[in-house]
């Protein structure tokens, strides 16, 4: 899976035209992406994770930079000593050190933390805060969860959109409730969203979940990806519909 401003404000339709706009944006606070790069430099290789983490612990206590490769390691490792030291750091200006914080604690999930990742999710101003926030909020079933991830999925840019929608299949699996309300969002969006990757993301999402949604939305879910199947323009998509079926036990419904 692949998994701005006033967001309420500004057009999202605008936003998702030109996706340099954010990076450019970070690119002036730093130069990587947390979650893609552990800085070697930072850690002998040698050192255990004990090691590594005793270290880290100290640097989230340090300055910007030092707080931002000690959130690095917990974006890596668990350690539940870190969650009262990475709690305060959702509130830093830095949107780097915003990122970074919510990254690790979907790594080391804090029930403190939940109420703060979802206002994150629902008003940052930064969209790689609020990608980082839908990837993260996957860790946690707590059920003022599943409502921001459905309208992070309806209405953000398509990155926050892309991982809204994989992290709607671990928080639709906490009960058959939620698997319901998130498969019927997951169901418009595979039909409207102009995305392949969120398209694709759903189809797995809905996999997830097929047991536990009712038979008319299982109904329409085995309609939609026959037809995705046989017609659609997106060849990864249309490879993942098939791949749907053929987990369901269907391949003659597009054969």
């Known amino acids: 899976m692949t998994k701005n401003k ?11 035209v030109d996706p340099d706009v954010l990076a450019q944006e970070l690119a002036l606070e730093i130069e990587i992406d947390p979650l893609e790069q552990i800085d070697e430099d ?8 004990t090691q590594e983490c005793n270290e880290a612990l100290k640097m989230l206590e340090g300055n910007r930079e030092e707080r931002i490769q ?30 970074s914080a919510v990254y690790a604690l979907g790594r080391n999930p804090c029930p403190k933390a939940v109420q703060k990742l979802v206002n994150l999710l629902e008003t940052d101003d930064n969209a790689y805060v609020r990608r980082a926030t839908a990837w993260s909020l ?25 991982w809204s929608s994989s992290s709607l299949a671990e928080i639709g699996n ?16 595979l039909k409207i ?16 979940l097929y ?18 199947a046989l017609f659609d323009k997106e060849p990864s998509v249309m490879e993942e519909a098939k791949t749907a079926l053929d987990s369901m036990g269907m391949q003659g419904f597009y054969n």
């Open 193 to 208: 969203d102009n995305e392949s990757g969120v398209r694709s993301n759903c189809i797995w999402s809905l996999c997830r």
């Open 211 to 228: 047991e536990k949604i009712n038979n008319t939305s299982q109904e329409g879910f085995i309609d939609e990806c026959t037809k995705i």
């Open 138 to 162: 996957a860790n946690y079933d707590n059920k003022i969860v599943l409502e921001p991830l459905i309208k992070a999925l309806k209405n953000d840019v398509a990155a926050v959109r892309l």
């Open 42 to 49: 930072a850690f002998s290789k040698g050192l255990n994770i």
């Open 70 to 99: 000690g959130l690095r390691i917990f974006c890596e490792y668990r350690d539940q000593r870190a969650l009262p030291l990475l709690l305060p750091l959702l509130d830093k200006p830095c949107p780097v050190e915003r990122m």
């Open 174 to 189: 906490v009960s058959p409730e939620n698997a319901q309300l998130a498969a019927e969002q997951l169901l418009i969006s």
């Open 6 to 16: 006033d967001p309420k404000k500004e057009s999202l339709a605008e936003i998702a």
